[in-house]
């Protein structure tokens, strides 16, 4: 039970993130729009179920939330769920 709680927990993203496209990646870099960013050491990201994975398991293409570190790599992804990426069009 307490699993399913968490799943449906809402997610808390830091103020500075960023709303994107992915349009391909070969790690340890990714394309968001037009720009091609590299990986931070450790970075995290979260699929739809705010689970971690592997940054090798994130599609070719889709829409993201991401941020980076003050030395432009990049630090956190998230992968919206249905509702937040219906409301990314803010």
């Known amino acids: 039970m307490l699993f399913a709680l968490a799943a449906h927990a809402g997610r808390f993203m830091p103020q500075n993130v960023q709303v994107g496209q992915i349009n391909g990646h070969n790690y340890p870099e990714v394309k968001i729009g037009g720009e091609v960013y590299r990986l931070a050491p450790g970075a995290r990201v979260y699929d739809t179920f705010n689970r971690t994975i592997i940054p090798t398991q994130l ?8 941020q980076l570190d003050s030395s432009g790599y990049l630090i956190q992804m998230w992968l919206p769920t249905p509702e937040e990426e219906a409301g990314m069009g803010r």
């Open 59 to 66: 599609p070719q293409s889709a829409k993201v939330f991401y």
